[in-house]
Nanobody, 120 residues
């Protein structure tokens, strides 16, 4: 199983970016999909996560600005980031809980990370 993330970059304050992450490989079922971020010297933190049923949990700091969505047919998760702030600068990692086989439990997989930099 591989997760391929894309869409990071440099943007000015109040700008927007859209991250995408596609899962591929031996997949029977994709359970939850989500985004985390990490700043050097700090722990990785949850940004937003979406269940297979569409249920969403997101960090208070991004509510009203970031929107997570997924396309189950494409095994892809998106993060639309609006009204970006300098404090949103971080490496963003996608995560997916995937069952490779019908009898497999879910395993956590991580993408390679994509840099988001918000300039003031």
């Amino acid at each position: 199983v591989q997760l391929q993330a894309s869409g990071g970059g440099l943007v000015q304050t109040e700008g927007s970016l859209r991250l995408s992450c596609a899962a591929s490989g031996s997949i029977f079922r994709v359970n939850s999909m989500g985004w985390y971020r990490q700043v050097p010297g700090q722990e990785r933190e949850l940004v937003a996560i979406i269940g297979k049923d569409g249920s969403i949990n997101s960090a208070d700091s991004v509510k009203g600005r970031f929107t997570i969505s997924r396309d189950n047919a494409k095994n892809t998760v998106y993060l639309q980031m609006n009204s970006l702030k300098p404090e949103d600068t971080a490496v963003y990692y996608c995560n997916a809980n995937i069952s490779p086989r019908s009898w497999s439990p879910g395993w956590d997989y991580w993408g390679q990370g994509t840099q988001v930099t918000v300039s003031s």
